[in-house]
């Protein structure tokens, strides 16, 4: 029996709806606005609840702060995060939140009043047995495990009632650098993952954080800082998504800042310039110290060559319709594609793919782009809605599929924001489709750019991100340039006997954008040389030397190291992305990988933070575990994401109090606690959430709709449901079957299944069923 101090989170916000509901959250005024029907927009805190629904806690994380120093191509950043326990009762922080997929994480510090606590890197397992020994015995503690290359859990134990923690996370990355302009960007905000059945995603409890409800702020905010110093004058400053001070204290540095203090995290963070010249110039850089020597190639892109004639293209357009694309997104992606369409040629064959919860195909198979096929095309893109789930793995095999019986380059446009919880699954299997280029497109303001990113990058293709805000024309443009002109393809790297090892990439990929070849690797011994590129320009050879001195000592640039390491990290990944999906990959590869985490102090899958404040033993007994909850991603549409039904749903526990708002809003996912993945390939057990007290009515519980429809069926009539559930299935699901219910699919806390239409009126009754609705159109097997 779970003791009755226990406490969990819910929304003890206002509700966005026309109710007049009165909580303590809310100011009188907003109490106001709300009982005449106006949706209030204020900030609502979070509260955490105890069993009887009664608030006791504010959310624990405060603030944010982000401090980037950028100096030419590389930059530094620091990220702190505030959690400060304003309860009465000593706590657990748990806050699962997103950093850029190629930052090189390698620190962790915990900051408690005077005192500093610097992180340890350790195996993972060995990591968790720290943290959770330091919370057996009372002392203050924290722990980072990285659950996927841009999403991380930050655990914080033994928060005594007042006490405020500082968490710093440092990281090392390169600024991405394309057709003049450099770009920086910091994700602020997980957006909400679909998770397929069938046991594919063991950490799915990990990757899904509550989700704040429509209308209620999360609770913190955050704030970002970022100095640039390029070493050259600076141009064409500017963020497209924040309003930013900039100080300018000489042409080559500026000082950019966030003009709102308490900005909602809700959005990724772009920051882009221009420098003097618009053009890299070709650099090496080298290091050499007692880990040994390591160096960096930077090669200009060519200019492109204009095609003197058009070879005809096979494109297939894959388009995400699922429900976190409802809205704003999906409007965009019809934009892009249309005008896509409109830019085929008449010797182009193209297909169109929908998906959502299952696929559609418009032709049998690629048609002509003649004007009539167009029309079609863009009249069937024009009937899809955003709705259902993204279930990905279909879709990709529809288009990558028939390129294996080809012997032509079949070119995919797939245009998707990558909420989904099994990527690395789909990395994997694009990687064993070889006839296919894949051109990724993340359409949104906080997308998965590890996946898009990885789906260009295994499909030798590019990726381009269009945000909401963004002219489609341009993107679409921008398409077809790189499709039909590529920039330089067929690319070898000679080293001419110069000492090197463990170069990457080790394939080395087409240019189709106007990017630097950026090369990385070691080398043994101080050398001088010549290194030669070779590559294909429009059919005509291209050749370019560059000197190399790899010098026997050199204490700069020490950051390459590290780089290095986490280029290698990746290259052991990508021969296993199914067996990393399980943490379990084949071989050696989670042993090597490990130890380069071990070797460089780097943050990877199998190696975590852990920071432990040894002199003080906190009193108070076991901390009581509370997970801050993140925003929805600006544009994203929580009745997409999570249904009509959900949506009343959350309205009621607002109102009430008497609901996890993980059982809630993250019911498309499974709950397993944060933050441990061991050495299995099944999630942890998860936590489990009281049931619902006993109710003398299921009309609270069933859908409108639902209820009409059963009074007009017999009682053995079958009828497809959904069921929403506040407690792990597990033994639920045992006393629904017994009242005749037949689970379809399961995703998470939500059933798909069937039932016996004199049953389900019974079956609302069960204390853990929060709602049932009809299920139409359920997904397939």
């Keep these: ?181 450099y770009t920086f960007t910091f994700p602020m905000v997980v957006g909400p993952r ?46 497209k998504t924040h309003a930013v ?87 965009k992606s019809k934009e892009v594609i249309k005008l896509a369409l409109d830019g085929l040629y008449p010797q182009d064959t193209f297909n169109l793919i929908t998906f959502a919860g299952d696929t559609h195909v418009l032709f049998p198979r690629p048609v002509p782009a003649t004007p009539e096929n167009v029309r079609r095309a863009q009249e069937f893109l024009l009937s899809r809605q955003g709705q259902g789930g993204t279930e990905m793995m279909k879709a990709i095999r529809a288009a990558l599929d028939p390129s294996d019986q080809q012997d032509h380059v079949r070119i995919v446009c797939f245009m998707t924001d990558g909420y989904v919880g099994n990527d690395m699954e789909i990395i994997g299997e694009i990687r064993r489709h070889p006839n296919a280029r894949i051109f990724s497109f993340g359409v949104g303001s906080s997308v998965n750019r590890f996946l898009l990113d990885k789906m260009a990058a295994e499909g030798r293709g590019e990726v381009e991100y269009v945000s909401l805000q963004d002219d489609g024309s341009a993107a679409a443009r921008r398409f077809h340039e790189r499709v039909r002109n590529p920039l330089l393809t067929d690319i070898t790297v000679e080293w001419n006997g110069l000492p090197v090892s463990d170069v990457f990439p080790a394939n080395h990929p087409d240019l189709f954008a106007a990017k630097p070849l950026v090369i990385v690797g070691r080398y043994n011994r101080p050398a001088k040389g010549t290194v030669r590129i070779r590559g294909a320009m429009r059919g005509r050879d291209f050749v370019k030397e560059l000197a190399v001195t790899l010098p026997e000592s050199e204490n700069r640039h020490d ?88 949506a009343k749903v959350a309205a009621r526990v607002q109102a009430g109090g008497s609901l996890a708002l993980r059982a809630t809003l993250g019911a498309m996912a499974t709950t397993a606690p944060a933050p441990s993945r061991r050495d299995t390939t099944t999630a942890a057990p998860p936590r489990p959430v009281p049931p619902l007290p006993r109710q003398e009515s299921a009309a609270p519980r069933l859908d409108p709709a639902l209820a009409s429809h059963l009074r007009g069926l017999d009682s053995g009539s079958p009828v497809k449901i959904k069921v929403w559930l506040s407690a792990e299935p597990g033994a639920v699901i045992g006393d629904l079957k017994r009242l005749g219910l037949v689970v379809r699919k399961q995703t998470g806390r939500i059933l798909f299944a069937e039932a016996p239409a004199g049953a389900i009126e019974r079956m609302a009754l069960h204390g853990s069923v929060m709602w049932i609705s009809l299920d139409p159109g359920s997904p397939a097997e």
Aim: with cysteine.
């Design 194 to 239: 679909y998770i397929p059945g069938g046991g594919r995603v063991p950490d799915a409890g990990v990757i899904t954080p509550p989700v704040a409800a429509k209308g209620v702020r999360a609770g913190h905010d955050i704030h970002v800082e970022v100095s640039v110093d390029a070493g050259v004058p600076i141009e064409g400053l500017a963020s």
């Design 245 to 331: 001070d900039i100080e300018r204290p000489s042409p080559e540095r500026a000082l950019v800042r966030l003009r709102n203090q308490n900005e909602i995290p809700n959005k990724d963070f772009l920051l882009s310039y221009d420098v003097a010249g618009r053009k890299i110039q070709d650099a090496v850089l080298a290091h050499r110290g007692g880990q040994g020597g390591f160096f960096a190639l930077m090669l200009q892109p060519p200019e492109r060559v204009d095609a003197a004639t058009t070879t005809p293209k096979e494109l297939v357009f894959v388009v995400d319709t699922s429900g976190s694309m409802s809205g704003f997104p999906i409007e």
């Design 559 to 646: 950051v390459l190291a590290t780089l290095w390491a986490r280029e290698k990290i990746e290259d052991l990944m990508s021969r296993d992305w199914e067996g990393m999906q399980r943490g379990n990959p084949s071989g050696g590869l989670k042993a090597e990988i490990t130890q380069l985490g071990l070797d460089f102090r780097l943050m990877t899958q199998f190696t975590s933070f852990v920071a432990v404040e040894e002199t003080v033993v906190t009193r108070g007994g076991a901390p009581v575990r509370v997970e801050v909850p993140v925003e929805m991603p600006s544009g994203v549409s929580h009745e997409g994401v999570f249904g009509e039904a959900e």
């Design 1 to 181: 029996m779970e003791p009755k101090t226990r406490k969990r989170l819910t929304l003890a916000a206002l509700a966005p709806t026309a109710a007049a509901l009165m909580i303590s959250a809310a100011p009188p005024a907003a109490r106001t606005r709300q009982a005449e029907g106006t949706i209030w927009d204020g900030a609502g805190a979070l509260n955490a609840i105890d069993r009887d629904g009664r608030p006791t806690m504010p959310c624990p994380l405060k603030h944010t702060g982000v401090k980037a120093e950028i100096s030419g191509p590389l930059a530094r950043v620091t990220v702190s995060q505030d959690f400060e326990n304003t309860s009465g009762t000593k706590i657990e922080a748990v806050y699962t939140f997103p950093l850029p997929h190629k930052a090189a994480v390698d620190g962790m510090t915990m900051r408690i009043g005077d005192r500093t606590i610097k992180g340890r890197i350790r195996k993972r397992e060995e990591a968790r047995q720290i943290f959770e020994d330091a919370r057996r015995r009372g002392h203050l503690a924290s722990l980072l495990d990285q659950q996927r290359p841009n999403i991380f859990t930050q655990a914080v134990t033994n928060i005594e009632p007042g006490a405020k923690v500082r968490i710093e996370i440092t990281y090392v990355e390169a600024v991405p650098y394309e057709a003049g302009h």
